[in-house]
């Protein structure tokens, strides 16, 4: 579905991304684990186009990104790793914008925008403005807003990150049911045990580098995920 080739993004002497060469397939749970600073949101950013790779090529669906922009951008949907909605409008009406974004006519965006607030149980603060909303309420919104035009690929860039475990686990149940429809996606986190819970395949990053690519499963054989990302990246 995405494959990476030989990519990497310098910003002038940092190594952010520094040779990730994988495949991401179709209608699995990807997950991008790493430290801070490990290259992860730099990874999520070229391959979502927000980035242009300093070299290194991106085929989505055997496509190259370059010269397929726009086909690219149908296919994926974006969770950021902070928030980035204007806080002063409503749930509705950031909804609203980022469907006209994507050109969805009326009547098919009110019913898309009805359709996925129900989702993720937001249909009561609907008409509340976005800065009243609890985190949790927050995230859900973040990740229903990047599906309004139905992408077939979801990038979640550290979707838990500072969640309290319920929420927590929410937002897990909300990823195993969009996998279940069918959706590729693709996450980054520095939580293992979210990885271990989520993914099907794991890559570990370490300063921008592979440092293993393996099922879950597999990388979690004979002793714990925990255990094979402390021996694989570096300590400091
Ligand atoms: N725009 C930028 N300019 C300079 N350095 C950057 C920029 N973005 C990221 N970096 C550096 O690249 C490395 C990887 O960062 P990032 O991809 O954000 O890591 P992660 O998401 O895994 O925490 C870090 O050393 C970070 O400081
Ligand atoms: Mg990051």
Redesign the pocket.
């Given at each position: 579905m995405i494959e990476l080739v030989g990519l990497k993004?310098f910003?002038?002497e940092?190594?952010?991304?520094d040779g990730l060469s994988f495949e991401i397939h179709r209608g699995e749970v990807f997950g991008?684990l790493?430290?801070?600073?490990?290259?992860?949101?730099?990874?999520?950013?070229m391959l979502t186009l927000q980035?242009k790779p300093t070299a290194g090529e991106i085929f989505f669906a055997g496509r190259p990104i370059v010269g397929n922009e726009l086909f690219v951008k149908s296919l994926l949907g974006l969770v950021p790793?902070h928030l980035n909605f204007d806080q002063d409008l409503t749930v509705e009406e950031n909804l609203e914008l980022h469907a006209r974004l994507y050109h969805l006519p009326q009547p098919a965006r009110l019913a898309r925008i009805d359709e996925l607030l129900k989702f993720v149980e937001l249909e009561k603060v609907r008409r509340s403005f976005v800065r009243e909303l609890s985190g949790g309420m927050k995230r859900r919104l973040l990740i229903v807003r990047s599906l309004i035009h139905k992408p077939q690929i979801l990038f979640l860039?550290?979707p838990t990150v500072a969640l309290d475990p319920q929420v927590r686990r929410k937002i897990w149940e909300l990823i195993r049911n969009l996998k279940a429809q069918g959706i590729t996606i693709v996450l980054?986190t520095?939580y293992i045990e979210e990885a271990e819970a989520l993914c099907d395949r794991v890559a570990i990053?370490d300063g921008?580098k592979l440092a293993a690519l393996d099922s879950t499963e597999k990388l979690c054989a004979g002793h714990s995920l925990e255990e094979t990302f402390i021996a694989l990246t570096s300590r400091f």
């Amino acid at each position: 579905m995405i494959e990476l080739v030989g990519l990497k993004k310098f910003f002038g002497e940092v190594k952010a991304v520094d040779g990730l060469s994988f495949e991401i397939h179709r209608g699995e749970v990807f997950g991008l684990l790493g430290k801070n600073g490990a290259g992860k949101t730099t990874t999520i950013k070229m391959l979502t186009l927000q980035l242009k790779p300093t070299a290194g090529e991106i085929f989505f669906a055997g496509r190259p990104i370059v010269g397929n922009e726009l086909f690219v951008k149908s296919l994926l949907g974006l969770v950021p790793q902070h928030l980035n909605f204007d806080q002063d409008l409503t749930v509705e009406e950031n909804l609203e914008l980022h469907a006209r974004l994507y050109h969805l006519p009326q009547p098919a965006r009110l019913a898309r925008i009805d359709e996925l607030l129900k989702f993720v149980e937001l249909e009561k603060v609907r008409r509340s403005f976005v800065r009243e909303l609890s985190g949790g309420m927050k995230r859900r919104l973040l990740i229903v807003r990047s599906l309004i035009h139905k992408p077939q690929i979801l990038f979640l860039d550290e979707p838990t990150v500072a969640l309290d475990p319920q929420v927590r686990r929410k937002i897990w149940e909300l990823i195993r049911n969009l996998k279940a429809q069918g959706i590729t996606i693709v996450l980054t986190t520095h939580y293992i045990e979210e990885a271990e819970a989520l993914c099907d395949r794991v890559a570990i990053l370490d300063g921008g580098k592979l440092a293993a690519l393996d099922s879950t499963e597999k990388l979690c054989a004979g002793h714990s995920l925990e255990e094979t990302f402390i021996a694989l990246t570096s300590r400091f």
